[in-house]
Each structure stands twice: as structure tokens, then as C-alpha cells.
């Protein structure tokens, strides 16, 4: 059994009273998550999330370390893939997609990402992520 790991967040701005996130969608697939990619080696997983949404998206963000979310899965056979979620606070607001990788970035109503998102997991961190984003001060 292969075993991979990723990092990413859950990148938030307010915006006109409003949490919105930012949504990618993979050119592969064509299915929503959040930015994330593997761990390199001697990186941590907030080093690994912060350099592949800046990666992925062109976005600084400031990462809490308190949130930490996890989810297992399996891509292929003999595969097993955790992947962590911490929360992001957006530095910038203005993204440029990984044209390897992304066909396109969305700045999403935290509300409705749900209907945007393609996995059950990711639609559960959504809302776990929201409790904590409503009662920052930032």
C-alpha cells in the first residue's frame, strides 16, 4: 500500500459584509476542492499548504494553525491519500490559475459552496470551517 500526503486550506476573504472561499477546479477531472498538493520533504504541512495555494492560485494567505481537518481516501488502488486542511486568510484577492493544473479559481459565497463543491468530505470541512471563520475577528 502506497501512502501519499497532501496540504492545502480553506482560503477565505471578506468581501462586502460577506466570507466568500476560493474554489479550484482540476483540468484532470474537472471536479472543485480547495488548493492543496503533496508534501515535499523537510516541509511542514503549513509550509506545504501555504507554498502550493501560492502555487495553485497566486495567493498569499495567512494560515491558523488551529483548524487542522483531515481526510482519507483512496485515488487508486493499493493508494491511501490524508490530506490536511488548515484555514487560510487571503493576503490578496486577485488569483492566477496553475495553467498546468487548475482550468479555473472561483472566489465562492461560503454558503454556496456547497453546491459548487465536488465531494461530500470537502462540503463537511466547508461547514466546520465556516463556524470558526464566523467568529474571528480578522
Known amino acids: 500500500m502506497r501512502h501519499e500526503k497532501s496540504c492545502g486550506a480553506i482560503v477565505y476573504r471578506r468581501f462586502h459584509g460577506n466570507i466568500e472561499i476560493l474554489l479550484i477546479r482540476h483540468i484532470n477531472s474537472g ?5 492543496k498538493g503533496h508534501v515535499e520533504a523537510g516541509e511542514t504541512e503549513i509550509e506545504t499548504a501555504r507554498r502550493e495555494i501560492k502555487e495553485e492560485t497566486s495567493i498569499d494567505v495567512i494560515i491558523d494553525p ?24 487571503a493576503k ?11 482550468s479555473e479559481v472561483r472566489w465562492v459565497d461560503i454558503g454556496y459552496a456547497s ?10 470541512i466547508v461547514i466546520k470551517a465556516r ?8
Open 131 to 138: 463556524n470558526v471563520i464566523k467568529n474571528s475577528t480578522s
Open 92 to 102: 490578496n484577492y486577485n488569483f492566477v490559475p496553475q495553467a498546468e493544473e487548475i
Open 31 to 35: 471536479h472543485w476542492s480547495f488548493p
Open 66 to 89: 488551529t483548524f487542522r481537518e483531515t481526510v482519507s481516501y483512496s485515488p487508486k488502488r493499493d493508494t491511501q491519500k490524508v490530506v490536511v486542511y488548515f484555514i487560510g486568510k
Open 115 to 124: 453546491h459548487i463543491l465536488t465531494y461530500e468530505n470537502d462540503k463537511n
